[in-house]
C-alpha cells in the first residue's frame, strides 16, 4: 500500500519490448536505497516488482515487467527512454499515512485539460472517464499519477486540482502539459461502499431491505416479539 506522497523524480532509462510486455529499467536512488528483488515500488501510481537492481556510476536503477494488461489500461506504455516519473515506496507498517490509502492499482487514464496559472498555484483542470466519475467528489481524495491530491472542483467528464510549488516542483505533473496522459486511481473507499450498498448485489440487498421492511411491519402490528430473530431476514 502507498500513500501519494512521491518519494523523487525518477527516470526511465530503458526499455525493452518482450511482445505482449515490456521490461522497464528506472533510475531511482532514493527507492532503491534498501530495495530488493520482489520489492514493490510505485511508477506514476503503478505498483510494479522489482526484477533486478543494477549499480552505474550514475547510481542505482532498477528493472521492472509491464505485462500487456498495464500498458493497456495505464499510461506507462506512452513512456520513452528519458521520461521523468513519480516514483514511492511503499507505506512501512506503523508509517505516517501522508496522503491517502493507495493501492497502486489504475483505475483509468486521463488527460491534463487546462492549467491556470495564479501566484502561488496552479489550478489543472484533468478529463475523467465516465464510468469514474461517481467514484470522484468535490474535496475528496484521487490518486494522479501517483501522487495523492484534494479534488477542488468534480465534473461529469473532469476534475481539478490545485498544486503547490512543492508539487509542480518534485512531481511530473510540474511539467505536463495539456493533451499528455496522466494515471488515475479513485478512492477504494468508494468502491467498497458502492459494493456494500448494492450496486452488484441488487437482489440480495433488496431482499434484505423487503425482509427487513416486513419484520418492522409485523412488529408495529403487535404480531413479531422484538426479541424474535428472523431466520430468513438473517440467512
Known amino acids: ?39 514493490s515500488i510505485a511508477v506514476n501510481g503503478v505498483c510494479l516488482t522489482v526484477v533486478d537492481l543494477i549499480e552505474d556510476a550514475e547510481g542505482t536503477r532498477f528493472s521492472a515487467d509491464v505485462m500487456a494488461e498495464t500498458l493497456d489500461r495505464s499510461s506507462l506504455g506512452a513512456l520513452d527512454v528519458g521520461s521523468r516519473v513519480n516514483l514511492e515506496r511503499p507505506m ?61 472542483d468534480a465534473g461529469f467528464d473532469y476534475f481539478t486540482v490545485s498544486l503547490i510549488p512543492t508539487t509542480l516542483a518534485l512531481t511530473t505533473l510540474g511539467v505536463k502539459q495539456a493533451g499528455d496522459p496522466v494515471n488515475l486511481e479513485v478512492d477504494v473507499l468508494a468502491k467498497y461502499v458502492e459494493r456494500l450498498m448494492g450496486r452488484d448485489n441488487g437482489p440480495q440487498v433488496d431482499a434484505l431491505r423487503n425482509n427487513a421492511l416486513r419484520n418492522n411491519g409485523l412488529r408495529n402490528n403487535g404480531l413479531l416479539d422484538n426479541g424474535t430473530q428472523d431466520k430468513e431476514a438473517t440467512a
Open 92 to 152: 512501512a507498517l506503523g508509517g505516517r499515512l501522508g496522503g491517502h490509502i493507495v493501492q497502486g492499482h489504475v483505475d483509468g487514464t486521463g488527460a491534463i485539460v487546462d492549467r491556470k496559472l495564479s501566484e502561488h498555484w496552479e489550478i489543472v483542470k484533468i478529463s475523467l472517464p465516465a464510468e469514474l466519475s461517481r467514484y470522484v467528489v468535490e474535496k475528496g481524495s484521487i490518486t494522479v499519477d501517483g501522487i495523492s491530491l484534494t479534488v477542488v
Open 1 to 39: 500500500m502507498f500513500t501519494g506522497i512521491v518519494e523523487e523524480l525518477g527516470e526511465i532509462v530503458a526499455i525493452e519490448h518482450l511482445g505482449d510486455a515490456s521490461r522497464f529499467q528506472v533510475r531511482g536512488p532514493v527507492v532503491t536505497e534498501g530495495a530488493k528483488h520482489g520489492d
